[in-house]
């Protein structure tokens, strides 16, 4: 199974400021297709996940452009350019190019 | 809008079974394929198992976890998913939840206890 680890397991963020999420995987994560299934989501207290980015950098509609995603081969980064308050929560990375693993988590909190 | 309303869920003794149902509307359903995952209490989530469209086949795929317990269906004229759960046991305990990946419903719990 590929393993999805996520650093840091917490990060205290201030307003305004930029945070960055890292996400590093087994093994490489290009599907038999050509593409990169990994996405992001992120989960607010008491609610489902809400996808943020599609295959490495796309961004879903609605989605802020605070938000970008990049990477290759085996690692990858969220990025958000300001934090807001409403970016409080848990970020999860997940590749679904071999089945489907998310990462451990990062908790977003403002310091 | 798209929404998927998950239900079913409940409390169930170990060995027993449940079926869970993913209710969807404002989707082309019947082109989608879709998903179960779950989340047990404090953790993250986990992918439970997915379904392809009736015109992929409607194969169906599922973690290690659940292969030969769990089965996925879906009735494209009620634009609903199911779960069936059967041998369950305490680890299945978890919020369940269908997905499409870009739309997520809002989980229904299954607690597996004594």
């Known amino acids: 199974d590929v393993v999805m680890t996520q650093s840091p397991l917490s990060l205290p963020v201030t307003l305004g400021q930029p945070a960055s999420i890292s996400c590093r995987s087994s093994q490489g994560l290009v599907h038999t297709d050509g593409n990169i299934y990994l996405s992001w989501f992120q989960q607010r207290p008491g609610q489902s996940p809400r996808r943020l980015i599609y295959?490495?950098?796309n961004r879903d509609s609605g989605v802020p452009d605070r938000f970008s995603g990049s990477g290759s081969g085996t690692d990858f980064t969220l990025k958000i350019s300001r934090v807001e308050a409403e970016d409080v929560g848990v970020y999860y990375c997940m590749q679904g190019s071999h089945w489907h693993t998310f990462g451990g988590g990062t908790k977003v909190e403002i310091e | 809008e798209v929404q998927l309303v998950g239900s079913g869920g409940g409390l169930v003794k170990p060995g027993g079974s449940l079926r869970l149902s993913c209710a969807t509307s404002?989707?082309?359903?019947?082109?989608?394929?879709m998903s179960w995952v779950r989340q047990a209490p404090g953790k993250g989530p986990e992918w439970v198992g997915r379904i392809a469209s009736k015109t992929s086949g409607e194969i169906t795929e599922y973690a290690a976890p659940v292969k030969g317990r769990f089965t996925i269906s879906r009735d494209d004229s009620k634009n609903t998913l199911y779960l069936q759960l059967n041998s369950l046991k305490t680890d299945d305990t978890a919020v369940y939840s269908c997905?499409?990946?870009?739309?997520w419903g809002q989980g229904t719990l299954v607690t597996v206890s004594s």
């Open positions: 295959k490495v950098s």
């Open positions: 404002g989707l082309s359903f019947s082109k989608t394929w």
């Open positions: 997905t499409t990946a870009e739309y």
